[in-house]
């Protein structure tokens, strides 16, 4: 029979758990804006070399899965000596990968903007870096917002696949509590909730925001 009670008393330890995977999420994504808005630049760089290095990148993380490049990034750091504890590990590869996909969406809206805008700038004396800071970056980050908060709700649930370098978000936490009480359908339905109400919450914050910028 089905048991609201053990999704009740377990409620609190999955929740404790989902802070692992918000944490992740949330600087794994941040890492991407920041990497993504570099390797956007060098995407559109008048320099060829800069062009094919973005264009690299960008393929091998989007071409390779998450879980290889997870696996890969934990046992390849010590290899050459460097150490770093597995939450570490997960949010830089989390972040390398969520970047080569926000490249692609800052990419795609700032060649939404209107070139004149660019040359505008250019023409009373902007230097290239202001022009991106103040003039490209601002307008790409709005246009592409609600591809931005779908890269995060796609982070929320990839995270669930750091389980194999030993963090204890909800995916973990859910199989380990259902491999102890045998309730595998209340558990996982409970993971299933949890997910589903972190992705609300970040789908509406998002409307919310996209709203205010575009008043």
């Known amino acids: 029979m ?87 590990a997960a949010v830089l590869t989390v972040g390398l990968c969520a970047a080569a996909y926000l490249a692609e969406v800052l990419r795609g809206s700032i060649n939404a903007i209107p070139k004149g805008q660019a040359e505008a700038a250019l023409a009373i004396g902007m230097s290239p870096g202001n022009l991106w800071v103040r003039v490209l970056l601002p307008q790409a980050l709005k246009i592409g917002l609600p591809a931005i908060v779908n890269e995060l709700i796609l982070l929320v649930k990839a995270s669930s696949l750091v389980t194999v370098v030993g963090i204890v978000e909800i995916t973990r936490m859910s199989q380990s509590i259902a491999s102890s009480t045998y309730r595998y359908l209340e558990i996982y339905l409970a993971a299933a909730f949890l997910y589903l109400a972190i992705n609300l919450v970040i789908a509406a914050a998002g409307r919310l925001l996209e709203r205010r910028l575009t008043v």
């Not at 999955?14 to 949330?26: K, N, W």
């Not at 320099?47 to 989007?62: P, Q, T």
Request: charged share 10%.
């Open 2 to 88: 089905f048991s609201f009670q053990t999704i009740v008393e377990n409620l609190p330890v999955l929740l404790g758990a989902a802070r692992y995977t918000l944490l992740i999420s949330v600087l794994g994504c941040l890492q991407g804006l920041i990497l993504g808005a570099i390797l956007c630049a060098a995407a559109l760089s008048k320099r060829k070399s800069l062009r094919r290095a973005a264009g690299l990148y960008v393929s091998f993380f989007r071409g390779v899965p998450l879980l290889i490049q997870l696996l890969v990034a934990y046992y390849l750091l010590p290899v050459i000596g460097i150490n770093v504890p597995p939450l570490a």
